[in-house]
């Protein structure tokens, strides 16, 4: 059986490797004129007046391959926090305030705010211009840990309370799911975007549900980058070993 498995991956890999070049040959010319796909997706996101075809193509025209980018996100802040969770042998320090110098702290403070509004800002302007839920969830959960640099690690616990921050991450993952499933009980598809008027090109009530499902998406990604990168601090400020063990 050992011998085996390497010609099952060698023809496995041969094979692939075969579709692809196939795939490769068939693709438009570079630099040409005929751009099948683009038009396309250009063309679904004007009829569903959504004026970022990007924000069309991920969260209308391909939003299962979102729902699994989202899902596969979820299972590994999941994964991390059970596995950097605090053992036996381990325990609690509280941190000593750090000395933060003037500078680092007059930029950080100044800096948050606007960090935080431009990460929400992107998250709701997603489906107008570049940017979305991915991008702005990630710039509003590091706008908040400006705090760690410009004032202790305290002051970031008393932001952020992990409870909420899961909580969060996990309704946001199901009401991405549910607006899917609303789409089957309203007698489409799953995750069609047929349930709310396409609205005025270029607003923010425009898209149909693609605005909705860019929230969800930020709001998820937001909650589990802090909760992601608090298990990480707690490891590196809190959690020390028992003497002994």
Do not use: K
Request: glycine fraction near 12%; aromatic fraction near 6%.
């Amino acid at each position: 059986m050992n011998r085996l498995r390497p010609w099952l991956l060698a023809v496995g890999g041969a094979g692939l490797a075969a579709l692809l070049v196939a795939a490769c040959l068939d693709l438009p010319e570079f630099g040409g004129r005929r751009h099948p796909y683009g038009d396309r997706a250009v063309r679904a996101a004007l009829a569903r007046h959504t004026a970022n075809t990007i924000a069309s193509v991920n969260f209308d025209q391909r939003a299962y391959d979102t729902l699994g980018e989202t899902s596969i996100l979820f299972a590994a802040v999941l994964g991390c926090v059970v596995l950097l969770r605090q053992a036996q042998g381990e325990h609690r320090a509280p941190p000593e305030p750090a000395e933060v110098a003037r500078p680092v702290r007059r930029y950080a403070l100044l800096v948050l705010p606007v960090a935080l509004v431009t990460g929400l800002y992107v998250i709701a302007h997603g489906q107008l211009s570049p940017g979305g839920g991915f991008q702005g969830g990630v710039v509003a959960a590091t706008a908040l840990h400006l705090l760690y640099l410009g004032a202790d690690y305290g002051a970031l616990e008393r932001a952020r309370p992990l409870g909420v921050y899961e909580t969060s991450d996990a309704l946001a993952v199901s009401a991405y799911l549910v607006l899917g499933l609303a789409g089957v009980l309203a007698g489409t598809a799953f995750l069609a975007n047929t349930l709310l008027p396409y609205g005025t090109f270029n607003t923010l009530s425009s898209g149909g549900t693609v605005p909705l499902l860019n929230a969800a998406v930020g709001m998820e990604v937001a909650s589990a980058v802090v909760v992601l990168l608090a298990h990480f601090l707690d490891q590196a400020v809190e959690i020390e070993e028992e003497p002994g063990s």
